[in-house]
């Protein structure tokens, strides 16, 4: 396995740090302006340029992150369904529906 990555190893220089950052911040800076669905098709055209630009070894994948928002999406999906996110707001409302705000710390 290491004899595989080493075949992507760069040489790591000042310079070559800088310009993988400043690919970074671009691909954060264009795709926080393009937003939605495009701001993961510009993390994934980044992606693209440091593996096969820079020569860089793709990570693993965050498997604990990924499975805390699949358990936080399929909690608020079973609550949406079973009617818990309309009982939530009614409670946070007062019953009073939208006329009344209401700050939560």
């Known amino acids: ?52 630009g820079f020569g860089m070894p793709p990570g693993m994948p965050p498997r604990t992150v990924l499975g805390m928002i699949v358990a936080v999406i399929t909690a608020a999906a079973s609550m949406q369904a079973a009617g818990g996110l309309d009982y939530i707001s009614l409670l946070r409302t007062g019953g009073y529906g939208f006329g009344r705000a209401v700050l939560l710390s």
Do not use: D, Y
């Open 1 to 52: 396995m290491l004899r595989a990555l080493s075949r992507f190893a760069v040489k790591c220089t000042p310079q070559m740090i800088w310009l993988e950052l400043l690919v970074v911040l671009s691909c954060i800076f264009i795709g926080s302006r393009v937003g939605g669905i495009g701001l993961g098709t510009v993390a994934g055209l980044g992606l693209l340029i440091l593996v096969f």
